[in-house]
């Protein structure tokens, strides 16, 4: 294939300065990060800002003339960094080398994709750029167990996933694929969870731990706020709030879970769910807002996730799903509501996972269990919170509970 310039930009000059000014302008961009690069750290390099922004119209030149004349050139500036790489005497990296080469293609690309080039350049110099940056990322803030984490969580994703079969076992449940979707799903929710307590230390410890432990388990969270107010080592008001803001993970996660299985619920209860934690997550700040503000201790040991629990939860949620299911079978529409009720005293985001599976938002009977679901759930927690914190963490809690489940009902009916 001829791709020379007479064959691609027949007898267009304008186009041509338009060429050579995108390869100058992208050389200069690169050369001017690593020559103040050279004088902030004081070291030698083999190429500077006259250097690169002569490499990038060297390689917008020679592939003008042909894809031949392009590869020669290709194989000189190789050389050229070959040689200078060998001829390190400190071993400063082979970082400026390896950016030098590709300024070369990257004025080569301007011939045909301006846009694609411009943006290289920029994407280049940035990553060059954020050397201190990222070396202190990788070496002193990821800990070697978020590091072991995060690898665990990319197989789940790039290697697990794609070769899990996508076939129900037993009917609409049972799915291999679902079920480890839902776990990994499980694993980044609480790997976000971590990273944000990690950035966020300065602000509410109680805050960030509630939401944390939401994502785990809502109703656990709730129980052992209110186990503490009923010991007298904690404020009501302040852990009530603290236990809403574990229901806003459980809004956010039923999000994400549905969002894994139907994007057609989805769309019909993302709207009502995100109102209903707005108005849930104002209200727990209100409660939250004259808490003591402290810094929560940072263990550097810390997992990311735990696979147990995440394990545990998925279990949890694909036994639910069969014992629903099983219901639905023998007792039909009467055995999903059923089991949906039964479940959502439990564990909202099994029963609502069943509920999604066994049919669409259309359907008025399984509106009508999803709907049954969310004010059972409400409810259980609401009697959770007075078992185990007394009438006072009760008397905070509940009321906002059951505001938002209201709110989201209504705005389902209404949108």
């Known amino acids: 294939m001829d791709y020379s310039f007479a064959t691609q930009f027949p007898g267009s000059f304008a186009t041509l300065l338009s060429i050579f000014a995108s390869a100058l302008g992208c050389g200069l961009l690169i050369g001017l990060e690593r020559e103040r690069s050279k004088q902030r750290e004081n070291q030698h390099s083999f190429a500077g800002l006259r250097s690169f922004a002569i490499c990038a119209l060297l390689g917008a030149l020679c592939f003008l003339f042909g894809q031949h004349i392009g590869l020669m050139g290709a194989a000189i500036v190789g050389a050229m960094v070959v040689f200078s790489i060998k001829n390190q005497t400190d071993d400063p990296g ?12 990257i004025g080569a690309l301007c011939l045909w994709n301006m846009p694609l080039a411009a943006g290289l350049s920029v994407g280049l110099t940035i990553i060059l750029r954020a050397k201190h940056s990222m070396h202190s990322f990788a070496g002193k803030w990821i800990t070697e167990a978020e590091f072991r984490d995060g690898l665990c969580l990319l197989a789940l994703i790039l290697i697990a996933l794609p070769l899990t079969p996508n076939t129900p076992l037993w009917g609409d449940v049972l799915n291999p694929y679902i079920i480890l979707k839902l776990l990994t799903l499980i694993l980044v929710v609480q790997s976000l969870a971590h990273i944000a307590k990690r950035l ?17 388990s809502s109703t656990a969270t709730v129980a052992s706020l209110g ?56 209200c727990a700040w209100l409660l939250l ?6 810094t929560p201790n940072q263990d550097l040991d810390s997992r990311m996730f735990s696979l147990k ?15 629903v299911y099983a219901l639905n079978l023998s007792l039909g ?11 959502s005293l439990f564990e909202i985001h099994a029963a609502m996972a069943t509920v999604v599976i066994q049919g669409t938002p259309d359907n008025s009977t399984v509106f009508y269990a999803f709907v049954l679901g969310m004010i059972a759930h409400a409810i259980a927690k609401s009697i959770n919170a007075f078992i185990t914190g007394g009438y006072r963490y009760f008397a905070y809690f509940a009321p906002i509970q059951i505001l938002h489940i209201a709110v989201l009902i209504t705005l389902l009916y209404c949108l």
Request: aromatic share 6%; hydrophobic share 60%.
């Open 333 to 343: 529409y009467a055995g999903l509501i059923l089991g949906t009720l039964l479940a």
């Open 227 to 282: 186990m503490e107010v009923r010991a007298g080592r904690a404020n009501a008001k302040h852990n009530a709030g603290a236990a809403l803001m574990s229901c806003v993970a459980t809004l956010l996660q039923l999000l994400i879970i549905v969002a894994g299985l139907s994007m057609l619920w989805l769309k019909s209860i993302v709207i009502a769910t995100l109102i209903a934690t707005v108005v849930l997550a104002s």
């Open 200 to 216: 966020l230390s300065s602000k509410n410890a109680m805050m960030l731990s509630a939401i944390a432990s939401g994502f785990v």
């Open 94 to 105: 082979i970082t400026t080398e390896l950016a030098f080469m590709m300024t070369y293609f």
């Open 309 to 323: 629990e995440a394990a545990i939860i998925a279990l949890t949620l694909t036994v639910i799903q069969a014992g």
């Open 289 to 294: 807002r004259d808490a003591p503000l402290t």
